[in-house]
């Protein structure tokens, strides 16, 4: 028996970033509605980077599934349609499908039906599929976000966002607890028959100000990575069925913790959050099965200030730190097999766009972002276009 330690930097500071709260072509924007419709949304986008952009692996991260693709280029980002059928006083139905870049498959975005149990509103519950309510970020629509590119702590904690099938119920209006059980078939979970996961956010909100703190457990009956490239992307999960070399799978717990703090101004928005991620149990490789323990920390800050009627200045600046333990036999072959051998450098990412939203419905975005670890560094250029088209049924 040998013992590898990869130690997690201790130099965690906050990190900046920025999201909205507001429009686009997104499903976050039908959730609250008064009154049902049918919708159509679709977004178009241009990003250009120095170098290959996202990277294929987040190094010194332990990731799951096939490798990322290149994303460089010009073309459709996404198309969504859906319907928000509201009913009686308190309750609702929203349903989306919508296919992203070239992959000609479509998915359900949200398949939810939800509502208050009384008419004060003081319990809620929705049932299906939904966003996790962790955090503030992760409720939203990636394309539903103010800077389309995301912050690396979403990336290396929940696979860029989280939904799920499941069930959250909340008592409470200003002062809230939601608890949530889920079905969690992706990363940071595992493909599963049943329920896998269970949630709980505590939280307080007013007219300026919102926190939180969630936590979310995971079990993670093989989680696999692909350690071969793959032609193209897929939302599945390598099979942990037999051993081969073409994968690794991690068995066992994982647990998020985020805390998310925000401010609403008449003009400025500013806010952070704060996630720690941990997978305790073990990695199954054709090199061995070592005992493994890895944690990630990482934490942004925003701000995002109303230039003008119709335009908005965002900025985030981020950090955060990885670090693994695995003890068992051959651990060096595995740590360089799933690409964690790196992982005393510290992540940091500084964004910055610019919103303009001409005429209802439609929205543009220009934004740049740098993106550091280790000793390599990556600049990205997003240009965004962002449509949504909304049919009344009722008032």
């Given at each position: 028996?040998?013992?590898?330690?990869?130690?997690?930097?201790?130099?965690?500071?906050?990190?900046?970033g920025?999201?909205?709260?507001?429009?686009?072509?997104?499903?976050?924007?039908?959730?609250?509605?008064?009154?049902?419709?049918?919708?159509?949304?679709?977004?178009?986008?241009?990003?250009?980077s120095?170098?290959?952009?996202?990277?294929?692996?987040?190094?010194?991260?332990?990731?799951?599934?096939?490798?990322r693709?290149?994303?460089?280029?010009?073309?459709?980002a996404?198309?969504?349609?859906?319907?928000?059928?509201?009913?009686?006083?308190?309750?609702?139905?929203?349903?989306?499908?919508?296919?992203h870049?070239?992959?000609?498959?479509?998915?359900?975005?949200?398949?939810?039906?939800?509502?208050?149990?009384?008419?004060?509103?003081?319990?809620?519950?929705?049932?299906?599929?939904?966003?996790?309510?962790?955090?503030?970020?992760?409720?939203?629509?990636?394309?539903?976000?103010?800077?389309?590119?995301?912050?690396?702590?979403?990336?290396?904690v929940?696979?860029?966002?989280?939904?799920?099938?499941?069930?959250a119920?909340?008592?409470?209006?200003?002062?809230y607890?939601?608890?949530?059980?889920?079905?969690?078939?992706?990363?940071?979970?595992?493909?599963?028959?049943?329920?896998?996961?269970?949630?709980?956010?505590?939280?307080?909100?007013?007219?300026?100000?919102?926190?939180?703190?969630s936590?979310?457990?995971?079990?993670?009956?093989?989680?696999?990575?692909?350690?071969?490239?793959?032609?193209?992307?897929?939302?599945?999960?390598?099979?942990?069925?037999?051993?081969?070399?073409?994968?690794?799978?991690?068995?066992?717990?994982?647990?998020?913790?985020?805390?998310?703090?925000?401010y609403?101004?008449?003009?400025?928005?500013?806010?952070?959050?704060?996630?720690?991620?941990?997978?305790?149990?073990?990695?199954?490789?054709?090199?061995?099965?070592?005992?493994?323990?890895?944690?990630?920390?990482?934490?942004?800050?925003?701000?995002?200030?109303?230039?003008?009627?119709?335009?908005?200045?965002?900025?985030?600046?981020?950090?955060?730190?990885?670090?693994?333990?695995?003890?068992?036999?051959?651990?060096?072959l595995?740590t360089?097999?799933?690409?964690?051998?790196?992982?005393?450098?510290?992540?940091?990412?500084?964004?910055?766009?610019?919103?303009?939203r001409?005429?209802?419905?439609?929205?543009?975005?220009?934004?740049?972002?740098?993106?550091?670890?280790?000793?390599?560094?990556?600049?990205v250029?997003?240009?965004?276009?962002?449509?949504?088209?909304?049919?009344?049924?009722?008032?």
């Open positions: 028996m040998n013992a590898t330690r990869i130690l997690l930097n201790s130099r965690l500071s906050f990190v900046v920025v999201l909205t709260i507001g429009v686009s072509a997104s499903v976050l924007a039908h959730e609250s509605g008064d009154t049902s419709s049918v919708f159509l949304g679709l977004g178009a986008q241009s990003l250009q120095d170098q290959v952009w996202p990277v294929d692996r987040l190094p010194g991260v332990l990731e799951a599934g096939n490798k693709e290149d994303e460089h280029g010009d073309g459709l996404y198309v969504e349609i859906g319907a928000n059928l509201l009913w009686g006083k308190t309750h609702q139905l929203l349903l989306s499908i919508g296919t870049g070239e992959e000609n498959e479509w998915d359900a975005e949200a398949a939810w039906v939800g509502g208050a149990l009384e008419d004060t509103g003081n319990y809620r519950y929705r049932l299906g599929r939904q966003m996790l309510p962790i955090g503030e970020l992760n409720r939203q629509e990636m394309h539903g976000w103010s800077i389309g590119l995301a912050p690396l702590t979403m990336r290396a929940l696979g860029d966002s989280l939904r799920a099938d499941g069930l119920l909340t008592a409470g209006r200003n002062s607890i939601t608890l949530g059980t889920w079905k969690v078939d992706a990363f940071p979970g595992a493909p599963n028959d049943a329920l896998n996961s269970a949630s709980m956010t505590v939280g307080w909100w007013n007219d300026s100000w919102d926190a939180s703190v936590f979310v457990s995971l079990d993670v009956d093989g989680r696999a990575l692909s350690t071969v490239d793959s032609s193209r992307h897929t939302h599945t999960l390598p099979n942990c069925s037999e051993v081969n070399a073409e994968r690794v799978c991690f068995v066992g717990q994982a647990k998020v913790v985020n805390g998310a703090l925000s609403e101004g008449e003009r400025t928005w500013i806010g952070t959050e704060v996630y720690y991620k941990q997978d305790s149990g073990y990695l199954d490789s054709i090199y061995g099965t070592p005992d493994y323990l890895g944690e990630f920390v990482g934490a942004w800050l925003e701000a995002g200030w109303q230039l003008a009627e119709r335009w908005q200045l965002w900025g985030r600046v981020e950090h955060g730190v990885a670090g693994h333990t695995l003890v068992g036999s051959n651990v060096n595995i360089d097999q799933v690409g964690i051998s790196q992982s005393d450098s510290p992540y940091r990412s500084a964004n910055v766009a610019l919103n303009w001409p005429w209802t419905g439609h929205f543009f975005s220009i934004e740049g972002g740098r993106y550091t670890w280790l000793r390599d560094q990556y600049d250029y997003l240009l965004r276009y962002q449509f949504v088209f909304d049919y009344m049924l009722s008032k």
